[in-house]
């Protein structure tokens, strides 16, 4: 431990009588289970953890980490830590779940660590949905600084691009209400440019008038159908924007954990959220249905209360890691390498997704957000978990996996980035000119660099 960590370790007393919540140093009781979230590969290592209550402790973890010279991060539930906070502050914001409301404004005010299963349970008794996404479980509040594709997507358009006001601690200590009126600037950069411009206590988000959906998945075992990827593409080319979809391809272990038509298959998994009568699905998803032989159909109406069965992703924490692609298109030759190239016999386990995206998506809100490439038609995500020693095969198989697309690709997207990021990756999230005004606003925000961001917004080169 340094001279500097002791100190700080030391001061973090300061700061008990401050706040409300609990203050931890490392080796005491409770410090390993606050800094430590979704994401157990490579997680945040501080010298002070505060377990924020409301926004005055955020304030005055905010105020402790700017007086003593140290950075300053922000963690909700931890699925999409990049790059770890090593020493300095970690505000850890799971305590702040508190959403309310207002039916007839259709408006949800949703603080710092709530997440989206508790704003999807508090606006279902009035007929109102948020823009969740996929995995109901993540934090409402960092999933929409990055943008946010959920299953609404092509019908109403990023998370993002619904926010009404957002609070935040900036590095100056303030307490600000950033709205469109109140700083325009710095009110497009939050909506699309990530955690990069202070500490947030809350946002209120638009909602939309959906209670059902017509969704689920159609499970297809790749060796039986090959040709399920190149099918869906051709699929999504004829669905209208109230059909939202993605594919899943992975290896499932046989184990008496999975479902027995799953054990031992490496299977493709066609996502689907539509909005419209179930008979309405029904007819959309018949070719697919006609596609070959089926493992598992779980498609059928439901309350969007139960929108997380439609991907059904694994809630457990574990360590992984994950590289994307936003394309102009998919290229049906580089679609036809994925079963290889990610399929059973590479050295570590791989999860392929692929997203349709356009629709709403593409086009902006009013007002303008950060949102970089909305003109990308899917997404291409490739995840593995990582056991200790093999992170460099993961980063080599992905390498490998994305290789075929690079021609298609526009950029990526910050909020499918599960791991550090360097500063042409981060740059490649934003157009030339988007990031420009997000570095400028950053050097005008945070000149000293107090708020530690998982993919922080690089420093304007000299060609800029």
Not at 48 to 75: I, K, L, S
Not at 260 to 266: D, F, I, N
Request: glycine residues 12%; contains cysteine; aromatic residues 6%.
């Amino acid at each position: 431990m340094t001279e500097t960590t002791r100190e700080l370790s030391a001061a973090a007393g300061e700061l008990i009588g401050r706040v409300d919540g609990p203050v931890y140093t490392p080796g005491a009781d409770g410090y390993d289970k606050e800094r430590i979230g979704f994401q157990r590969l490579a997680p945040h290592r501080p010298e002070v953890v505060v377990g924020a209550r409301g926004e005055q402790d955020v304030r005055a973890a905010v105020e402790f980490a700017a007086a003593h010279g140290t950075r300053v991060a922000v963690q909700a539930r931890g699925h999409g830590l990049g790059a770890p906070l090593e020493g300095g502050v970690l505000i850890s914001t799971g305590r702040m779940t508190g959403v309310r409301v207002a039916p007839h404004e259709r408006t949800a005010w949703v603080e710092a660590g709530a997440s989206w299963q508790q704003v999807i349970e508090a606006a279902a008794p009035h007929g109102l949905a948020p823009l969740s996404g996929s995995a109901p479980g993540v934090g409402a509040v960092p999933y929409t600084l990055g943008g946010g594709v959920g299953l609404l997507a092509r019908r109403h358009g990023f998370a993002a691009d619904h926010v009404r006001r957002i609070d935040l601690v900036t590095a100056d200590g303030r307490l600000r209400r950033v709205t469109a009126q109140s700083d325009p600037e710095l009110f497009w950069a939050l909506r699309g440019g990530g955690g990069n411009f202070g500490a947030v206590t809350g946002m209120e988000v638009g909602l939309v008038p959906v209670a059902r959906i017509y969704g689920g998945g159609l499970y297809f075992d790749t060796a039986q159908v090959p040709d399920v990827l190149e099918a869906w593409r051709r699929w999504t080319q004829t669905v209208p924007e109230e059909t939202t979809s993605a594919v899943a391809m992975l290896p499932f272990p046989d184990v008496p954990q999975v479902p027995e038509p799953l054990r031992g298959r490496h299977a493709a998994q066609i996502q689907i959220c539509h909005l419209g009568p179930a008979e309405e699905g029904e007819r959309l998803v018949e070719p697919l249905r006609a596609l070959g032989p089926l493992l598992r159909d779980t498609l059928r109406e439901l309350p969007y209360t139960e929108s997380g069965t439609v991907f059904d992703e694994p809630d457990r924490p574990h360590a992984y890691r994950s590289q994307n692609r936003l394309l102009a298109d998919l290229d049906p030759g580089a679609l036809a390498t994925l079963t290889r190239s990610a399929g059973p016999l590479v050295p570590v386990m791989c999860v392929v997704g692929l997203r349709h995206l356009g629709g709403a998506l593409a086009r902006p809100p009013q007002p303008a957000n950060a949102v970089g490439h909305r003109e990308a038609a899917y997404a291409l995500v490739v995840l593995s978990p990582v056991e200790p020693g093999e992170e460099e095969t993961v980063r080599a198989v992905h390498r490998d996996v994305l290789a075929p697309f690079e021609d298609q690709a526009l950029g990526r997207s910050l909020n499918f980035s599960f791991g550090p990021l360097d500063h042409d990756q981060v740059r490649s999230a934003f157009t030339p000119a988007g990031h420009r005004r997000l570095a400028a606003l950053k050097a005008r925000c945070d000149p000293g660099g107090l708020f530690h961001c998982g993919h922080p917004i690089p420093p304007l080169a000299e060609e800029d």
